[in-house]
């Protein structure tokens, strides 16, 4: 009895990602429908897309993500309706704009850097350094190649 | 009473690497050999007293001393015995014990291996890895005790998280831990080295073979979470970018970077500031990754024991070891002067770039881990980096890395002519765009990643394979044949994991190229076509496993009328935990995972079912396994076994002692 009634709790808690009844029918739109859902965020989890996640609002925006596609709208205009009612937090990867543009360059500015400092230091290499022999040296080297 | 022996070893150990981080450090400031002396033994009594401490932990959890709170929260009676052993390090405080053993137990093998090591350095060395462990038994003791016991025993446990009562989960952290501690090592050889001011050619030996120890757990220890994440998570995603991900990603990024650099130093004595660095950064980013882990600041799908107070602790930690490293290396790192002489085209210069690409690699993925907190903290903005931010800014370097490879891997050290080592790798590039090309062709209109990923992993794996053999010299095949086997072990060590390098990103490319997936309902004795196969759900059952009830599936896959494999996907729920979980049907292949997930009832009958082919999924792990053999055959390779300081004294067969 316990256990059939926990059986029935656990079946009517989360299913998996995406559910046979939200798929479209047109498979091109339903394709959109899949990489628009890849980059945006459950948000009530952590860190996941809502195209993997097992919450019910992510289901919630996937269907609506669905319902703008058949209404229409461009890839980007669904994100913006999302992004307008759920805050920029959704989008897994923030446009590169104002100050997130800083993100984005981060790694190209440093890679220049550390490119510049790196043949820096190639050119240096290319010499090292050079003391002369000092006395004791060369009365050492004259004593090797006597001997 | 066990337990409480345990508990009192444990603040014991405490005591024993309090001394050993100042007794060894003021006998090699003094010259005074039997204060340097005493850090071996200590070494070795810290191992024997951490190690009772976590054999009393573990006897608690596997008879169940439910006194014990720890045990409480994360076991149970029914439990496998497996898991029961795997629940000791499966939460924050086990997890903290077994951290600090593993830092005992490269401590000892530095005491029982080390017996080549100057002295002075092997004193200082063992002094700044007990400073580690007084730091981390401190904050065990003091925030996270494992060994708390409750007033009011309960009668069983709560359970483990069902989704870590797997057999990849079970041996995914001490692998990880092994990675993370091991680059301690190469830490506490850059500190020494620095408080003695002198870096050579020898410690350069004597540094790289920690570092390719800790480098190569840490390369399993990733691979079996990838693993795991890809059969147990129900949709055969292997790699999500998540935090926690990200901080084993960087020390691996930083310790593959220190892995090259060292070479440098041993063959050429330069690139010496530069690796000691690395060496610093590496268990920076080691701390750096724990922070994240367990302080929750930055939400991760691996929910783990998230306190602010631990944070904090940790933060602590780093800012004194990190802090203190880098003041130490900012005043001496002008004393180690480099000596070799190269040109611009050159292995030196080969492996600079190398170290570009993956420090710089290794920042995109800190800066984008950390990116959510900068922005909330400084311009009051909640904002998310995923996947796509990764991919898209990751990606690019590893691009990079693959197509230098061969080119740096091949040039001859000091100078080396770009046009004759193209030349050489004339084969490689040709049958990499060759290959490109005709996968191009062959799928239609689909993405770019299968074309490059088999242009990029033909160019790497063809150029190790050129590289290996023109590695032989001239003559008759058969004498170079022989030469083959008689290259040196780091010269087969590099091929392999480099050849690795290139099995996973052609696996990573195939898989995110040409995966197919299907997500239907499905009722009992109906049947579909998934690629080439057809798949029949031909029974679902209800059963029961020791700690858990399950929904099982009994899948029928045919291709062409023959029977190719018969899956059991499962749905299985954890009463104690009140968790569900998937445990997806797999028939793993060469050349492709067939991957069957069985999901919900649905109301008008029938079930969800989902099904993938993953075409070359396990050339991803199987690609990391190679880099890590390549790791295990370098590290045997003779110049390791002989020591190092052979001019001083008769050489030594360290495995001999």
């Keep these: 009895m316990i256990r059939a009634l926990l059986v029935m709790l656990v079946l009517a808690g989360p299913a998996f990602a995406v559910q046979p009844d939200e798929i479209l029918s047109d498979p091109v739109l339903e394709a959109r429908a899949r990489d628009i859902s890849a980059g945006l965020r459950c948000p009530v989890c952590r860190n996941e897309s809502i195209d993997d996640s097992n919450a019910s609002i992510a289901r919630d925006l996937r269907l609506l993500v669905r319902e703008r596609l058949q209404a229409g709208d461009t890839d980007a205009e669904v994100s913006d309706f999302v992004v307008d009612r759920y805050g920029e937090y959704v989008l897994l990867s923030p446009p590169a704009r104002g100050t997130t543009l800083l993100l984005w360059a981060a790694g190209p500015l440093l890679l220049l850097g550390g490119a510049g400092i790196a043949a820096l230091y190639l050119r240096r290499r290319r010499t090292g350094p050079t003391e002369p022999l000092s006395d004791k040296e060369k009365a050492r080297l004259d004593q090797i190649l006597k001997g | ?657």
């Design chain 2, 1 to 657: 009473m066990l337990t409480e022996l345990g508990h009192f070893t444990l603040v014991l150990a405490l005591f024993v690497a309090a001394l050993q981080s100042v007794i060894p450090l003021v006998g090699a400031h003094k010259s005074w050999s039997g204060w340097m002396a005493m850090a071996g033994p200590a070494a070795k009594i810290q191992l024997l007293l951490i190690g009772f401490s976590f054999a009393a932990l573990t006897h608690a959890f596997v008879t169940s001393d439910f006194s014990l709170k720890l045990v409480v929260e994360n076991s149970h009676t029914l439990k496998p015995l497996i898991y029961k052993i795997s629940g000791v390090w499966g939460n924050h405080e086990g997890s903290l014990l077994l951290w600090t053993l593993i830092l005992a137990l490269y401590g000892a093998l530095v005491a029982w291996f080390g017996g080549n090591l100057p002295d002075r350095l092997r004193a200082r060395v063992l002094a700044v890895q007990a400073m580690i462990a007084v730091a981390f038994i401190l904050f065990m003791l003091l925030t996270s005790n494992p060994f708390l016991r409750l007033a009011v025993p309960p009668f069983n446990g709560q359970d483990l998280n069902p989704l870590l009562q797997d057999p990849g989960l079970a041996f995914h952290p001490p692998f990880l831990y092994l990675g993370y501690v091991g680059m301690s090592m190469p830490f506490s050889f850059a500190v020494a080295a620095l408080l003695e001011g002198r870096v050579d050619a020898a410690w350069g030996r004597w540094v790289r073979p920690w570092t390719l120890a800790a480098w190569m757990f840490l390369s399993v220890g990733i691979a079996l979470g990838s693993w795991w994440a890809y059969y147990e998570l129900g949709w055969g995603g292997f790699w999500f970018w998540d935090p926690v991900e990200n901080a084993s990603f960087m020390p691996w990024l930083i310790g593959s970077a220190l892995l090259h650099s060292a070479i440098v130093v041993e063959k050429r004595e330069s690139l010496k500031a530069w690796t000691i660095l690395l060496a610093i950064l590496a268990f920076g980013f080691s701390l750096i990754g724990t922070f994240i882990v367990r302080s929750g600041v930055i939400t991760s799908v691996h929910a783990f024991a998230s306190d602010p107070d631990r944070g904090m602790f940790i933060l602590v930690i780093l800012g004194i070891f990190m802090g203190g490293a880098l003041t130490l290396f900012t005043a001496r790192a002008g004393t180690m002067e480099a000596k070799g002489v190269f040109s611009t085209v050159s292995r030196e210069s080969g492996l600079v770039l190398n170290n570009l690409l993956l420090t710089v690699s290794c920042f995109v993925v800190f800066i984008g881990t950390i990116w959510p907190l900068i922005a909330e903290i400084v311009w009051n903005r909640t904002l998310s980096v995923g996947a796509p931010f990764f991919n898209a800014a990751f990606t690019p370097f590893m691009i990079g890395i693959a197509l230098a490879l061969p080119i740096g891997g091949l040039i001859p050290w000091k100078r080396a002519e770009l046009g004759r080592a193209l030349r050489t790798l004339r084969g490689a590039l040709v049958l990499a765009v060759a290959l490109g090309a005709l996968v191009w062709a062959m799928q239609s209109g689909r993405s770019a990643l299968g074309p490059i990923g088999v242009g990029l992993a033909t160019w790497v794996g063809a150029g190790v394979l050129i590289d290996l053999w023109q590695r032989t010299g001239r003559g008759a095949l058969g004498d170079r044949f022989r030469r083959l086997r008689r290259l040196p072990r780091a010269d087969w060590g590099k091929a392999v994991a480099h050849f690795g390098f290139a099995v996973s990103i052609f696996g990573i490319s195939a898989i995110l190229a040409w995966q197919v997936e299907d997500i239907r309902v499905l009722r009992e004795g109906e049947s579909y076509d998934l690629g080439p196969y057809t798949i029949t759900l031909q029974d679902v059952r209800e059963g029961e496993g020791s700690n858990y009830f399950t929904t099982i599936a009994e899948m029928r896959v045919e291709r062409g009328g023959a029977t190719v494999t018969v899956l059991h996907p499962e749905k299985r729920i954890y009463p104690v935990a009140g968790m569900p979980t998937t445990e997806a049907g797999i028939d793993h292949g060469l050349l492709r995972d067939i991957y069957l997930v069985i999901g919900d009832a649905q109301d008008g009958g029938g079930y969800a079912v989902r099904g993938y082919i993953k075409p070359f999924a396990n050339w991803i792990w199987g690609g990391a396994f190679l880099m890590a053999l390549g790791g295990i055959i370098s590290l045997t390779d003779r110049r390791y076994r002989v020591a190092a300081g052979a001019a001083r004294r008769a050489p030594v067969v360290v495995g001999a002692e």
